[in-house]
């Protein structure tokens, strides 16, 4: 079965200041995102589509005109010109709609059983076959994937990061997921931010990183559900419409069902500039131990 993995690359990184997702962190130079399409490459995806802003276009074609080739196809579409239902609001608003938005991006190049990651987010090799088996094995078109992370193994040192927290039941289904935005580590414990108040998360939670499975039929609720979202929030220049928000809608109606697919991964990221150091020496010590190359392309 063919296997497309769809990267959102169009962050413009304001806290890390730069465009993180080329900056390199290998020991030859290698993005996050060339750690995610070698392991791809050998868990049988087929092709990649970026989802990028378009002054990005020559860096990534830059970047890419040599790395991986013959082994998987490559695709862009652009996020930032996807404003078809902006057109029926007056609507001010400088940046895209979230992560529900971009994944809406890529409906008329995907059609086929994909995988969505974010492009500075290090997921571990064992992520991307578990997904792709899943994906492979799966004969039931409203049956969506997610790779849940133990929230203590996903957070950043230098400052809060969003995750979605997910309540499974017994048999690792989801029964909701929640956009938390302010997560950190703070004296006593781990906590998110809302309303000026702090809550306390555990350590064993499970959070979704932004890596989901999907079948190609999902774009037509996907469309829809964006719809309602740019009717109720177009006057409202903050509002996001993130993937956890679409899949709550999804399993709230009854129209999809969410295996977890749980891992032990340790998650790298530059959410931060403070960030680097970290992630270039988890990557260094993958190499050290034979996960990987020196050279991946």
């Known amino acids: 079965m063919d296997l497309t993995l769809v990267i959102m690359a169009a962050g413009i990184g304001s806290r890390y200041g730069g465009v993180k997702q080329l900056d390199g962190i290998g020991p030859s130079g290698e993005t996050i995102m060339d750690y995610s399409i070698y392991d791809a490459i050998d ?24 790395r991986f080739k013959g082994k998987i196809k ?14 029926n609001f007056n609507i001010n608003r400088s940046k895209p709609w979230g992560t529900g938005h971009a994944m809406l ?3 008329d190049v995907v059609n086929k059983p994909f995988a969505i990651i974010n492009a500075d987010d290090f997921y571990g090799r064992s992520a991307f076959f578990s997904v792709a ?29 969003s995750r ?17 935005t302010k997560i950190a580590r703070k004296e006593g414990g781990i906590f998110y931010e809302e309303g000026d108040q702090l809550f306390p998360l555990r350590p064993d939670d499970l959070v979704s990183m932004n890596f989901w499975g999907f079948m190609p039929n999902i774009f037509d609720d996907l469309d829809e559900a964006f719809k309602k979202f740019i009717h109720e929030n177009h006057s409202n220049p903050k509002a996001e419409f993130y993937i956890p928000t679409f899949v709550d809608i999804m399993l709230k109606a009854g129209k999809s069902k969410v295996k977890v697919l749980s891992t032990d991964e340790q998650w790298l990221g530059v959410t931060y500039r403070e960030d680097k150091p970290i992630v270039t020496g988890g990557i260094a010590d993958l190499v050290d131990k034979g996960i990987y190359p020196g050279r991946i392309v």
Do not use: M, P
């Open 164 to 180: 979605g927290l997910c309540h499974v039941d017994a048999d690792n289904y989801l029964v909701d997921v929640k956009e938390l």
């Open 74 to 87: 490559f695709e862009y579409v652009y996020q930032d010109e996807f404003k078809k239902y902006e057109n």
């Open 133 to 161: 088996e899943a994906l492979t094995g799966n004969q039931d078109a409203d049956q969506l994937f997610l790779l849940g992370y133990k929230l203590n193994n996903t957070l950043s040192d230098h400052g809060t990061v």
């Open 105 to 107: 991006s890529v409906k």
């Open 43 to 66: 868990a049988g995806y087929t092709k990649v589509v970026f989802i990028i802003r378009k002054e990005l276009q020559e860096a990534f074609n830059n970047h890419y005109k040599e």
